[in-house]
């Protein structure tokens, strides 16, 4: 199992560019969710998913866009980059119930806007 | 609403003694509860979860958890720090109650321990 992959790790951005970052995991999940985690702010949640067809918006979803073809995977797409999204961006997976509950994460997206 | 708050953003301790990272929940119906550690430049790793059963919950490195239902806490312990266990540490419930399945991080707490 490859678990949450992420790519990529980094990403420069000028203000205004748009890009995916991109997000599978192969442990069929149910859920699958972006955060974005800011210094002294902990994980907040972007987007997130509970099955193929089906998003959500989370606490700061402004500026961002997610869609959910298929059960692997799960991309968000910042539609016209600002300073404010310099961030790191994980994405996490896990089963929608059941007793295995924890989520999975990946590795993690550092970007930076100019 | 669903919350969760980690009243410290720092804690330090000395190697080899005791460790307490405090965790306070707000939650409508049973708390799904977990604590995640993040070493530098990583992503976050699962170390325990309460979902039912004994309140003293046991999972990765040492470390364990007691949920306490009156207190509204799942404060995460370890009989002995080490120095490697020198990382950031953040509480999350989940929302099942609502349906949504989301899960609600609290801010983090630095966990320094000093050799």
């Known amino acids: 199992n490859a678990g949450v992959t992420q790519t990529p790790k980094f990403q420069v951005l000028k203000t205004g560019q748009s890009m995916t970052l991109q997000c599978a995991q192969d442990?069929?999940?149910?859920?699958m969710s972006w955060y974005r985690q800011d210094p002294g702010m902990g994980l907040r949640l972007i987007h997130y998913?509970?099955?193929?067809?089906?998003?959500d918006q989370g606490e700061v979803p402004n500026g961002y866009n997610v869609s959910r073809s298929t059960t692997e995977d799960f991309p968000l797409r910042l539609l016209s980059a600002a300073p404010s999204q310099t961030s790191v961006y994980f994405c996490a997976s896990s089963h929608r119930t059941g007793k295995s509950n924890e989520q999975y994460f990946g590795p993690g997206t550092r970007l930076t806007v100019t | 609403a669903q919350s969760v708050a980690q009243p410290e953003d720092q804690v330090n301790v000395a190697e080899g003694n005791p460790l307490t990272v405090k965790c306070t929940y707000s939650v409508s119906g049973n708390p799904y509860l977990f604590w995640y550690v993040q070493y530098p430049n990583r992503g976050l790793q699962f170390l325990l979860k309460y979902i039912t059963g004994d309140n003293l919950v046991k999972g990765s490195y040492g470390f364990e958890a007691e949920f306490n239902k009156s207190q509204t806490s799942f404060h995460l312990k370890k009989p002995s720090a080490l120095v490697s266990d020198s990382a950031l540490y953040f509480c999350?419930?989940?929302?099942?109650?609502?349906?949504?399945?989301?899960?609600?991080f609290g801010t983090g707490t630095r966990l320094k321990v000093l050799a």
């Open positions: 442990m069929n999940h149910e859920y």
């Open positions: 998913s509970v099955g193929a067809g089906i998003t």
């Open positions: 999350a419930v989940r929302d099942i109650g609502s349906g949504t399945y989301k899960y609600i």
